[in-house]
């Protein structure tokens, strides 16, 4: 089961562990401080690659990706993780409104399609909907 290891007869239980690839370190922040005030653990990075050289995939339970990165794109990122088999859910944030853009991102796989700026009960809605078919 994932988020939980068994010792003899208790459980422990881990926090979900959600990480947030953003490049503005101040909207990153904020949705890392969002979602620690809901429970949830967080890891920041400020780009794919820093996700990918970083994050240590078996410890993180969902992502929260900016399309629009400096080197890599979110979707290059999702695309990436598909091809190691990963079945990590994935949640794309974007300040740009394109309905091309969006029809990509949905087709690459995700979970929901949030514009910034987004309500904060939007992204928690998005996690736990991602957490739940985790």
């Known amino acids: 089961m994932r988020g939980a290891a068994g010792k003899g007869n208790t459980l422990e239980f881990r926090p979900r562990r959600v990480a947030v690839v953003e490049d503005n370190p101040s909207m990153r922040k ?9 429970g949830l653990t967080t890891e920041g990075y400020s780009s794919a690659e820093a996700f990918l050289n970083h994050a240590t995939a078996t410890e993180i339970d969902c992502i929260v990706i900016d399309i629009h990165l ?26 740009v409104d394109d309905d091309a853009l969006e029809a990509e991102a949905r087709g690459a796989g995700c979970v929901a399609y949030l514009h910034k700026p987004f309500a904060a009960a939007s992204l928690i809605h998005a996690i736990d909907k991602a957490l739940a078919t985790d």
């Open 70 to 95: 400096d080197g890599m794109s979110g979707i290059a990122l999702r695309h990436g993780l598909k091809t190691t088999h990963s079945t990590l859910p994935v949640i794309f944030i974007t300040a």
């Open 30 to 38: 904020s949705i890392e401080r969002l979602l620690n005030a809901h």
